[in-house]
C-alpha cells in the first residue's frame, strides 16, 4: 500500500459510535467499507471487484459496494436475490459456489446468472443442463499454504481436471470464459499467489494448444484483515504491499501469454469488511475458579460469542477494549462467549487474554475487527442468546 494511506481498522467513527452504542450490536462503518474499496481498485488497477457477499450480507453494505462499482459472488439462488433487490446489476453477479443443485441452477439461471464457477464434470453437465449457454469459471485447487483458513479440500480441480471440464464446456454449448482460484481466507504470505498464479499460466498454456481461449481469470478472496490477532494472541500483520505487487506481476504475467486476452476479478470477503466492523458487546461475569491442577484461572464471559458474532474464535483472538477500564491493572484470562456450549471460548491453550482486574457485568466491552463472517455466522439464538442488531455509520454521520 502506497505510504500516504490512512487505510485501516478503527477508525475515529467507528469507536465514536462505539462510545455511543448502549446496547449491544456490530456496528459497520460504511465509510471505511468504501474506503477499502477504493484502496483495493487503486492498488489493483482494472481489476473487477466482485465482494463475496457471505461476508457480510447486508443490505447497506451491498447497496453501497454496487455504487462505487461493485459486483458480488454469490453462493446461492437466495443470495443473488438479494444481492439484485440491493441494487447490484445481474451483469455483475458472479456465481462462484461450486457446489450447486440441478434446482440451484435453474433458480440461479432464471433470476438472470449466465456467470458459473465450477470444479467437476458433474457440475459442469448440470450447468449446461439448466443453464445453457452460459459462461464457466473452472476452479483450480490451491494448497491453502499460508491461510488461516485453507478452503482447500472442498473446492477446485487439478490441472488435468480443469483442461477436461473446459472442453466438455466447450462441446456442450458452455462458454469456458475463465480459471478461478483461491488461495485461503486471511492469506498471509505472497508466495501463496505467486504458486496460483503459476498454476493458472499453465492451465491457460495447456487450454490454447486445445484451442481454447479464456476471457478472465478470477483471483478469489483471501486477502487479509490488517487488525487480527491469531489464536495464540499474537497479532497478524499481513505484508500488504508486497501481496499486491505479486498479484500486479502475476496479472501482467498471464496477459503475456499468448491466445487469451484477459480480464482479472478479485472476490474479497473478509479485506472489505473485517476491519470496518466492530461489535459492543458487554461482560457478562469475570470469574475466578480453580482448576483440577489447583491453579487459579480467570474466565472472562462477555454478551456474545461464537453463536452470536464471534463464530471465528477458532482461528482468532479477536481484539478487544474495555473503555471503561483503560490502562486499569489486568489478569490473564480465558475469554469465552454466553451460551453452555464449551465450544464457545477462544482458542487458549497457547496464550491467554490480559483484561481488567476490576470487570464487573455490564461493562462494555468492544471487539474490534470483526465485521467478517458475523452476521452471516450468527444462529437464531443459540441458548436464547440473540442475533446482535446491526447499525452502521453512514458518510454523513462520519
Ligand atoms: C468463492 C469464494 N470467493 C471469495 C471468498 C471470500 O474469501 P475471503 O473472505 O477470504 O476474501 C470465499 C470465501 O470462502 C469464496 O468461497
Redesign the pocket.
Known amino acids: 500500500m502506497s505510504a500516504t494511506t490512512t487505510y485501516g481498522p478503527d477508525s475515529a467513527s467507528l469507536l465514536d459510535a462505539l462510545a455511543a452504542a448502549a446496547e449491544d450490536q456490530i456496528v459497520f462503518d460504511l465509510p471505511g467499507i468504501e474506503d477499502g474499496y477504493d484502496t483495493l481498485v487503486r492498488e489493483l488497477p482494472g481489476v473487477a471487484v466482485r465482494f ?1 457477499m ?2 457480510c450480507p447486508v443490505d447497506e453494505v451491498l447497496a453501497l459496494l454496487a455504487r462505487r462499482g461493485s459486483g458480488v ?1 454469490a ?1 446461492s439462488p437466495i443470495e443473488v436475490e438479494q444481492a439484485l433487490r440491493a441494487g447490484v446489476p445481474i451483469s455483475r453477479v458472479h456465481y ?2 461450486t457446489v450447486k443443485s440441478d434446482r440451484n441452477i435453474a433458480d440461479a439461471f432464471r433470476l438472470g446468472i449466465t456467470d458459473f ?1 465450477t470444479d467437476s464434470l458433474e457440475d459442469v453437465r448440470a450447468v449446461a443442463e439448466h443453464a445453457p449457454g452460459s459462461r464457466v469459471f473452472c476452479r483450480l485447487a490451491t494448497t491453502g499454504e499460508g491461510a488461516l483458513w485453507g ?1 482447500s479440500n472442498k ?1 477446485g480441480c487439478s490441472p488435468d481436471d480443469a483442461l477436461a471440464i473446459m472442453e466438455t464446456a466447450r462441446d456442450l454449448g458452455l462458454t469456458p470464459a475463465g480459471l ?1 482460484v ?1 488461495v485461503g ?2 492469506q498471509m504470505t505472497s508466495d501463496a499467489w505467486n504458486g496460483a498464479f503459476d498454476r493458472i499460466a499453465d492451465v491457460l498454456t495447456a487450454l490454447a494448444a486445445r484451442g481454447i481461449f479464456l476471457d478472465h481469470v478470477n483471483l ?4 487479509p484483515a490488517l487488525g487480527y490477532r491469531d489464536k495464540h494472541g499474537r497479532t497478524l500483520d499481513p505484508p500488504m504491499e508486497k501481496i499486491f505487487t505479486v498479484i500486479r506481476e502475476g496479472m501482467a504475467r498471464l496477459s503475456a501469454l499468448p491466445g487469451h486476452d484477459l480480464g482479472f476479478v478479485v ?5 472489505l469488511i473485517a476491519d470496518h466492523g466492530a461489535i459492543r458487546a458487554h461482560v457478562s461475569r469475570l470469574s475466578a475458579r480453580r482448576r483440577p491442577d489447583g491453579k487459579r484461572q480467570y474466565w472472562l464471559y462477555l454478551s456474545c460469542g461464537k453463536f452470536n458474532g464471534l463464530y471465528e474464535m477458532d482461528q482468532l483472538q479477536y481484539r478487544l477494549v474495555f473503555p471503561s477500564h483503560r490502562g486499569a491493572e489486568s489478569v490473564p484470562a480465558v475469554v469465552a462467549g454466553p451460551t453452555c456450549d464449551s465450544d464457545d471460548a477462544f482458542s487458549h491453550e497457547d496464550g491467554l487474554v490480559p483484561v481488567p482486574k476490576e470487570l464487573a457485568s455490564g461493562d462494555p466491552v468492544w471487539v474490534m475487527s470483526s465485521g ?1 463472517y458475523a452476521t452471516s455466522y450468527m444462529t437464531q439464538g443459540f441458548n436464547g442468546f440473540s442475533p446482535l442488531p446491526y447499525t452502521w455509520i453512514d458518510g454523513e454521520a462520519a
Do not use: F, I, V
Open positions: 463475496a457471505k461476508a459472488d453462493a462462484g459456489n464457477a478452503l473446492y478461478s483461491h481466507s486471511q478469489g478472496g483471501g486477502l472476490e474479497p470477503g473478509r479485506y467478517a
